[in-house]
């Protein structure tokens, strides 16, 4: 085992040397994987408890995922025992390094365990038990493509790490950062001969996962893929044996993408796409429209795609054109609501809540009615930070110091419709909240600085300037109530937008990959709270039309050079 690692240590110091822990780079300043003290330590283990307790009685989603894997696997040929070890040490491993219950990303625990699931259930139904070589294994391009024991158990150890790169800058991993983090595991090293696999093809089917695949991309993928065969030992005239590892890798990079959407219901499948635009920096206006195009881009691949599908049980296929369907659906909705508002047919208006006391004789309570809409729209939200419990969260829309501003549509050719309620935005003493790991904020203890919650829009009413107009009453409120600074979460993108056109704010903690930040705005600065609000959309008339356009076609066209959904 030590020879296989020094062996491995002088393969990434050749290929990339800025990896080794011996070359400071800025991606290994994480706040989430700072070392804790020891009280905190002890305070995390309490926290964690229940969690864990779930986990070992079965409750907790990755739970659920571990035995469903178990299950499967063994019947498959995979050793139980191995299975139990192996996941129990991914599942570690990942949490230790910042990529569990803390990180607000899609490539985390759930996504590796999904992803390995996932293809050794496509896999299996069409798992030939008559080929223990693999080297008669037909490629894609015929009809009876079948999989071998030795590919299952290259497919499954691929799935588990294929994301494994806990230091990476990005919320989609690196694939070299990948291969250095798992030749130098040790663990993964004795798992992966425990069950008689080489690394490097391992490795090369990892790599194979790239996407998109195409450009320098798929050049530098194929290039190292061509180089760790050679390690392999499969000579450069054996094609036939590279394409099909190569091949195992496009099943396995189609697999992974369409998992958890195959998986889970809608509810699940919108926290997939949630944490997707915000690793991607997207505006969330455009999560319906991208998702539809990613699903839409699969039509590339429609030959590997339609193997996938042809493996899995009836009713995750259908599962997974519903979401489709829904995603289809939603994005038209937001279509038609976006077109009612350019042509004033709809507003959109700012209310501040009473939910306190006043003149220490009377006692404005919040209307049930709003409280109900304002924890409907909390259950559709997958909030990063702090309160994502929803008894917690309901009782504090009931506190004193608590700031409640919501944002309601009224028809104006309805003039007897009540006004509904499309969203919120929510906060209060900084003195509430819970911070993530690795925030220190020196105004906390000073009652000077108000915090803002996760905003929360309706789904079809984000990208209309909800958000914008949610955000600057909320500012306004704070600073009549006596606040000098108001403290949030929010992606990096949008902080130095906001920096860049003038707004007095400054970024207190950076948080890699995820890039869910910690910023202080000062209220003193009267120019961004004075200036009148509009509800001028933020989508200029050629996007609408271009969107209705989109929705009228049979056939999605897609836009090659925007950003891809992985």
Same mark, same amino acid.
């Given at each position: 085992?030590?020879?296989?690692?020094?062996?491995?240590?002088?393969?990434?110091?050749?290929?990339f040397?800025?990896?080794?822990?011996?070359?400071?780079?800025? =991606?290994?300043?994480?706040?989430?994987?700072?070392?804790?003290? #020891?009280?905190?330590?002890f305070?995390?283990?309490?926290?964690?408890?229940?969690?864990?307790?779930?986990?070992?009685?079965?409750?907790?989603? *990755?739970?659920?995922?571990?035995d469903?894997?178990?299950?499967? &696997?063994?019947?498959?040929?995979?050793?139980?025992?191995?299975?139990?070890?192996?996941?129990?040490?991914?599942?570690?491993?990942?949490?230790?390094? %910042?990529?569990?219950?803390?990180? !607000?990303?899609?490539?985390?625990?759930?996504?590796?365990?999904e992803? /390995? !699931?996932?293809?050794?259930?496509? /896999?299996?139904?069409?798992?030939?038990?008559?080929?223990?070589?693999?080297? $008669?294994?037909?490629?894609?391009?015929?009809?009876?493509?079948?999989?071998s024991?030795?590919?299952?158990?290259?497919?499954?150890v691929?799935?588990?790490?294929?994301?494994?790169?806990?230091?990476?800058?990005?919320?989609?991993?690196?694939?070299?950062?990948?291969?250095?983090?798992?030749?130098?595991?040790?663990?993964?090293?004795?798992?992966?001969?425990?069950? %008689?696999?080489?690394?490097?093809?391992?490795?090369?089917?990892?790599?194979?996962?790239?996407?998109?695949?195409?450009?320098? #991309?798929?050049?530098?993928?194929?290039?190292?893929m061509? *180089?760790?065969?050679?390690l392999? %030992?499969?000579?450069?005239?054996d094609?036939k044996?590279?394409?099909?590892?190569?091949?195992?890798?496009?099943?396995?990079?189609?697999?992974?993408?369409?998992?958890?959407? /195959?998986?889970?219901?809608?509810?699940?499948?919108?926290?997939?796409?949630?944490?997707?635009?915000?690793?991607?920096?997207?505006?969330?206006?455009?999560?319906?429209?991208?998702?539809?195009?990613?699903?839409?881009? =699969?039509?590339?691949?429609?030959?590997?795609?339609?193997?996938?599908?042809?493996?899995?049980?009836?009713e995750?296929?259908?599962?997974?054109?519903?979401?489709?369907? /829904?995603?289809?659906?939603?994005?038209?909705?937001?279509?038609?609501?976006?077109?009612?508002?350019?042509?004033?047919?709809?507003?959109? #208006?700012?209310?501040?809540? *009473?939910?306190?006391?006043?003149?220490?004789?009377?006692t404005?309570?919040?209307?049930?009615?709003?409280?109900?809409?304002?924890?409907?729209?909390?259950?559709?939200?997958?909030?990063?930070?702090?309160?994502?419990?929803?008894?917690?969260?309901?009782?504090?829309?009931?506190?004193n110091?608590?700031?409640?501003?919501?944002?309601?549509?009224?028809?104006?050719?309805?003039?007897?419709k009540?006004?509904?309620?499309?969203?919120?935005?929510?906060?209060?003493?900084l $003195?509430? !909240?819970?911070l993530?790991?690795?925030?220190?904020? *020196?105004?906390? &203890?000073?009652?000077?600085?108000?915090?803002?919650?996760?905003?929360?829009?309706?789904?079809?009413?984000?990208?209309?300037?909800?958000?914008?107009?949610?955000?600057?009453?909320?500012?306004?409120?704070?600073?009549?109530r006596?606040?000098s600074?108001?403290?949030?979460?929010?992606?990096?993108?949008?902080?130095?937008?906001?920096?860049?056109?003038?707004?007095?704010? $400054? #970024?207190?903690q950076?948080?890699?990959?995820?890039?869910?930040d910690?910023?202080?705005?000062? =209220?003193?600065?009267?120019?961004?709270?004075?200036?009148?609000?509009?509800?001028?959309?933020?989508?200029?008339?050629?996007?609408?039309?271009?969107?209705?356009?989109?929705?009228?076609?049979?056939?999605?066209?897609?836009d090659?050079?925007y950003?891809?959904?992985?």
């Amino acid at each position: 085992m030590n020879k296989a690692l020094n062996r491995n240590n002088d393969l990434m110091d050749t290929h990339f040397p800025d990896l080794r822990s011996d070359h400071p780079s800025p =991606l290994t300043i994480n706040p989430l994987t700072e070392p804790l003290p #020891i009280w905190y330590e002890f305070y995390k283990r309490l926290k964690l408890f229940p969690w864990w307790i779930r986990y070992n009685i079965g409750l907790a989603h *990755e739970a659920v995922l571990r035995d469903k894997i178990i299950n499967l &696997g063994t019947t498959m040929g995979l050793q139980d025992k191995w299975l139990q070890r192996i996941i129990r040490h991914t599942v570690s491993q990942f949490s230790k390094k %910042g990529l569990g219950a803390d990180y !607000y990303g899609y490539h985390n625990i759930d996504h590796e365990l999904e992803a /390995a !699931y996932f293809v050794l259930m496509a /896999a299996n139904g069409q798992i030939d038990n008559n080929n223990e070589g693999g080297a $008669e294994v037909v490629g894609v391009q015929h009809k009876g493509y079948k999989f071998s024991q030795e590919d299952i158990r290259y497919l499954f150890v691929a799935a588990l790490f294929h994301d494994y790169d806990p230091l990476k800058q990005f919320d989609k991993p690196h694939e070299d950062a990948v291969e250095w983090f798992i030749r130098n595991d040790e663990k993964i090293l004795q798992f992966i001969e425990d069950v %008689g696999i080489n690394i490097d093809v391992v490795i090369a089917i990892i790599h194979r996962t790239a996407y998109p695949y195409k450009g320098r #991309i798929a050049e530098h993928a194929e290039r190292r893929m061509e *180089e760790l065969f050679t390690l392999a %030992g499969i000579t450069p005239n054996d094609t036939k044996t590279r394409q099909h590892y190569k091949d195992l890798g496009w099943f396995l990079s189609v697999s992974e993408r369409i998992a958890g959407y /195959a998986l889970g219901n809608f509810e699940h499948a919108m926290i997939l796409a949630r944490t997707n635009a915000h690793a991607l920096g997207w505006h969330p206006s455009r999560i319906y429209e991208e998702s539809v195009k990613f699903f839409s881009i =699969l039509k590339e691949e429609r030959r590997m795609f339609e193997h996938v599908l042809q493996g899995i049980p009836h009713e995750y296929r259908k599962t997974f054109f519903e979401n489709i369907a /829904a995603f289809q659906n939603i994005w038209a909705k937001e279509i038609d609501i976006r077109d009612s508002i350019r042509k004033s047919k709809i507003t959109l #208006i700012p209310v501040v809540e *009473e939910n306190g006391k006043e003149n220490n004789s009377h006692t404005y309570p919040l209307v049930q009615n709003t409280a109900d809409s304002i924890l409907e729209i909390f259950r559709e939200l997958h909030i990063p930070v702090d309160i994502n419990n929803e008894a917690r969260f309901r009782k504090s829309l009931y506190w004193n110091d608590t700031i409640l501003v919501t944002l309601r549509v009224k028809d104006v050719h309805m003039l007897d419709k009540k006004e509904e309620i499309v969203g919120y935005a929510k906060g209060g003493a900084l $003195e509430n !909240y819970h911070l993530r790991h690795g925030t220190h904020d *020196e105004k906390f &203890g000073n009652k000077n600085t108000a915090y803002m919650e996760w905003i929360g829009i309706k789904v079809g009413f984000w990208g209309e300037n909800g958000g914008h107009i949610l955000r600057r009453e909320f500012l306004r409120e704070a600073k009549r109530r006596g606040y000098s600074y108001v403290s949030s979460y929010v992606h990096r993108n949008v902080i130095e937008l906001r920096i860049n056109r003038g707004e007095n704010i $400054e #970024i207190i903690q950076k948080y890699d990959p995820d890039k869910l930040d910690y910023y202080r705005y000062d =209220l003193s600065s009267q120019s961004y709270l004075t200036a009148p609000i509009t509800t001028t959309p933020s989508f200029s008339s050629q996007v609408l039309s271009d969107s209705v356009n989109l929705r009228n076609r049979e056939e999605i066209e897609m836009d090659r050079k925007y950003p891809i959904i992985d």
